[in-house]
């Protein structure tokens, strides 16, 4: 096994323990945004599960796909290193075991352990560990993160856990230092701070040969000084390593209770590294979120709402247009599939969003929603499918095409106003065969859309394999639908817009996926805008 040096390269990995779902993906990228602004900080997810990506999961089991600008589909926490730290993540940051005993299968068969017994160690862990370094030196990273998906203690993370250890002895222990999410819980018959879940997890992961550094409490309240000495009295660390990750009604908060708690500090001390913060927009942003001036009840119309992760970067998206316009966004997730009367159940709404999504649930009920949108004149956007199903509402109700459909629905539909792509039509194999990843458009002037985005030349990430039929261009646009934005050849519709309609518009990418705090999506700080109007009225 050969190791290449990189003496000034520093490394950070994070595991998490007692429960999943404590936010370790939130988590790392708060550390990494408090080093971000001096540092090349790349991240790096290790998922245990089999799939290589999670482009095939149902979003109600996983959470949303987040894709990435080089097409890659990869868990949601790739969205937080985005919106956090302001950089565009690659797929082979994203690590799962599928990828990892698919890599060794090939490797196996074609003779690259001839003659040996191929084992989980050292064979499996040294292909993570010459994937850490590769990706790390590939990219000049100066800092990396890894997070290692899972609880410690799962059969799923053992082998990433494993590798995380040997990492110490190949770059040196002045070089990494490992922090660990936990969960602080307080029962309710006694109103106390709890510690021994902590406890037993750290003693799980010292089994494993880790002893954090960096021990992140997250709980419903600020850890005291009592349950901190505790933590370190037990597990061997330093009372100031102890630290609380508190429930925050916005993710945005953490950064910023990280640093009130001294991690930068630990970091740097840790490390041997020097910390720059550049907090002060951050702050602004985040007091905004706080004390808004308006508010605003936006609808999210799709078939996933049992799970709002499956639409987390439109809540985020939403959040972010709110910080800007000081106005509070409240989201009512409404499930498609289950409609009533829909003008009742929109009548107290501001403005809707219909989601991306495959299949055919709750397609009928999401037309619905739109015609009432379109007639009513209340603020609309729609985001891939949700572009699709406006093209199909608009061309029944308006073009008088009766019956019109996507034929991802419907294949016999008369008219096809939405196609499957051509060079799609014979591929059998799921997953990766999509138009995915950033895809450039051209914008028409004296648009609504280029208003927003202030270019003509635009890109969003896209995910989907359906387009808007060219053959029914023409009499779209004829009867009042407009183009906004085509791609470069001008072949496909990538933004649509109603004439007369204060904001009726839709996206064929997935412009949530780009969005941040700092920079927040044009077409849901338009929406939001819209939505103040329509508010007022």
Same mark, same amino acid.
């Given at each position: 096994?050969?190791?290449?040096?990189?003496?000034?390269?520093?490394?950070?990995?994070?595991?998490?323990?007692?429960?999943?779902?404590?936010?370790?993906?939130?988590?790392?990228?708060?550390?990494? =945004?408090?080093?971000?602004?001096?540092?090349?900080?790349?991240?790096?997810?290790?998922?245990?599960?089999?799939?290589?990506?999670?482009?095939?999961?149902?979003?109600?089991?996983?959470?949303?796909?987040?894709?990435?600008?080089?097409?890659?589909?990869?868990?949601?926490?790739?969205?937080?290193?985005?919106?956090?730290?302001?950089?565009?993540?690659?797929?082979?940051?994203?690590?799962? =075991?599928?990828?990892?005993?698919?890599?060794?299968?090939?490797?196996?068969?074609?003779?690259?352990?001839?003659?040996?017994?191929?084992?989980?160690?050292?064979?499996?862990?040294?292909?993570?560990?010459?994937?850490?370094?590769?990706?790390?030196?590939?990219?000049?990273?100066?800092?990396?993160?890894?997070?290692?998906?899972?609880?410690?203690?799962?059969?799923?993370?053992?082998?990433?856990?494993?590798?995380?250890?040997?990492?110490?002895?190949?770059?040196?222990?002045?070089?990494?230092?490992?922090?660990?999410?936990?969960?602080?819980?307080?029962?309710?018959?006694?109103?106390?701070?709890?510690?021994?879940?902590?406890?037993?997890?750290?003693?799980?992961?010292?089994?494993?040969?880790?002893?954090?550094?960096?021990?992140?409490?997250?709980?419903?309240? =600020?850890?005291?000084?009592?349950?901190?000495?505790?933590?370190?009295?037990?597990?061997?660390?330093?009372?100031?390593?102890?630290?609380?990750?508190?429930?925050?009604?916005?993710?945005?908060?953490?950064?910023?209770?990280?640093?009130?708690?001294?991690?930068?500090?630990?970091?740097?001390?840790?490390?041997?590294?020097?910390?720059?913060?550049?907090?002060?927009?951050?702050?602004?942003?985040?007091?905004?979120?706080?004390?808004?001036?308006?508010?605003?009840?936006?609808?999210?119309?799709?078939?996933?709402?049992?799970?709002?992760?499956?639409?987390?970067?439109?809540?985020?998206?939403?959040?972010?247009?709110?910080?800007?316009?000081?106005?509070?966004?409240?989201?009512?997730?409404?499930?498609?599939?289950?409609?009533?009367?829909?003008?009742?159940?929109?009548?107290?709404?501001?403005?809707?969003?219909?989601?991306?999504?495959?299949?055919?649930?709750?397609?009928?009920?999401?037309?619905?929603?739109?015609?009432?949108?379109?007639?009513?004149?209340?603020?609309?956007?729609?985001?891939?499918?949700?572009?699709?199903?406006?093209?199909?509402?608009?061309?029944?109700?308006?073009?008088?095409?009766?019956?019109?459909?996507?034929?991802?629905?419907?294949?016999?539909?008369?008219?096809?106003?939405?196609?499957?792509?051509?060079?799609?039509?014979?591929?059998?194999?799921?997953?990766?065969?999509?138009?995915?990843?950033?895809?450039?458009?051209?914008?028409?002037?004296?648009?609504?859309?280029?208003?927003?985005?202030?270019?003509?030349?635009?890109?969003?990430?896209?995910?989907?394999?359906?387009?808007?039929?060219?053959?029914?261009?023409?009499?779209?646009?004829?009867?009042?639908?407009?183009?906004?934005?085509?791609?470069?050849?001008?072949?496909?519709?990538?933004?649509?817009?109603?004439?007369?309609?204060?904001?009726?518009?839709?996206?064929?990418?997935?412009?949530?996926?780009?969005?941040?705090?700092?920079?927040?999506?044009?077409?849901?700080?338009?929406?939001?805008?819209?939505?103040?109007?329509?508010?007022?009225?």
């Amino acid at each position: 096994m050969i190791f290449f040096s990189m003496p000034k390269m520093k490394w950070i990995v994070l595991t998490g323990g007692v429960l999943s779902g404590l936010g370790k993906g939130i988590a790392s990228a708060s550390i990494g =945004m408090l080093l971000s602004s001096k540092y090349k900080i790349i991240p790096i997810k290790c998922d245990g599960y089999l799939n290589v990506d999670p482009g095939t999961m149902n979003p109600i089991e996983h959470g949303e796909v987040y894709v990435l600008e080089d097409g890659g589909e990869v868990d949601m926490d790739f969205g937080h290193y985005e919106r956090f730290l302001g950089i565009n993540c690659k797929s082979e940051w994203n690590l799962t =075991m599928g990828k990892v005993f698919d890599t060794i299968r090939k490797k196996e068969r074609r003779g690259d352990y001839l003659g040996k017994t191929v084992q989980y160690i050292p064979h499996v862990t040294n292909l993570i560990i010459e994937w850490w370094l590769s990706v790390a030196r590939k990219e000049k990273a100066e800092v990396v993160l890894i997070e290692i998906g899972g609880t410690i203690g799962d059969i799923e993370n053992e082998l990433y856990v494993e590798a995380a250890r040997q990492l110490k002895k190949i770059v040196g222990e002045q070089n990494i230092m490992y922090a660990h999410l936990t969960y602080i819980p307080i029962p309710a018959c006694v109103n106390e701070q709890k510690s021994k879940p902590t406890q037993q997890s750290i003693n799980i992961l010292r089994e494993r040969g880790i002893t954090p550094d960096l021990i992140i409490g997250r709980s419903a309240e =600020m850890l005291t000084d009592e349950i901190k000495n505790k933590i370190a009295t037990f597990c061997d660390v330093k009372k100031e390593a102890v630290i609380s990750g508190l429930d925050v009604d916005n993710i945005y908060k953490i950064p910023l209770i990280f640093e009130q708690e001294g991690v930068s500090k630990i970091v740097s001390k840790e490390l041997n590294i020097k910390v720059k913060l550049k907090l002060k927009k951050w702050k602004g942003l985040v007091k905004n979120l706080d004390s808004p001036e308006k508010k605003v009840r936006i609808a999210i119309c799709g078939k996933y709402t049992r799970l709002e992760d499956s639409y987390a970067s439109i809540v985020e998206a939403l959040k972010h247009a709110s910080a800007h316009l000081k106005c509070k966004v409240e989201i009512n997730f409404v499930e498609t599939s289950k409609l009533g009367d829909i003008r009742k159940e929109l009548e107290k709404i501001d403005g809707v969003i219909i989601p991306g999504g495959f299949g055919e649930r709750g397609v009928e009920g999401k037309i619905e929603v739109i015609k009432c949108c379109r007639e009513t004149r209340k603020p609309l956007l729609g985001i891939c499918y949700g572009l699709q199903l406006s093209v199909v509402e608009f061309a029944r109700n308006v073009c008088g095409l009766k019956n019109a459909n996507t034929t991802e629905i419907n294949e016999k539909t008369p008219y096809t106003v939405i196609d499957i792509l051509p060079e799609q039509k014979n591929v059998l194999e799921k997953g990766g065969t999509m138009r995915l990843g950033a895809y450039p458009a051209v914008l028409q002037k004296d648009t609504k859309i280029f208003d927003l985005y202030k270019n003509a030349n635009v890109s969003e990430r896209h995910r989907h394999r359906y387009e808007v039929n060219p053959e029914y261009h023409e009499i779209l646009q004829r009867n009042g639908m407009v183009f906004s934005g085509m791609s470069p050849d001008r072949k496909l519709v990538e933004f649509i817009e109603l004439k007369n309609h204060p904001y009726f518009v839709g996206c064929q990418g997935h412009p949530e996926l780009k969005s941040t705090l700092l920079k927040p999506a044009p077409l849901f700080y338009g929406l939001v805008s819209a939505a103040m109007i329509k508010n007022q009225q």
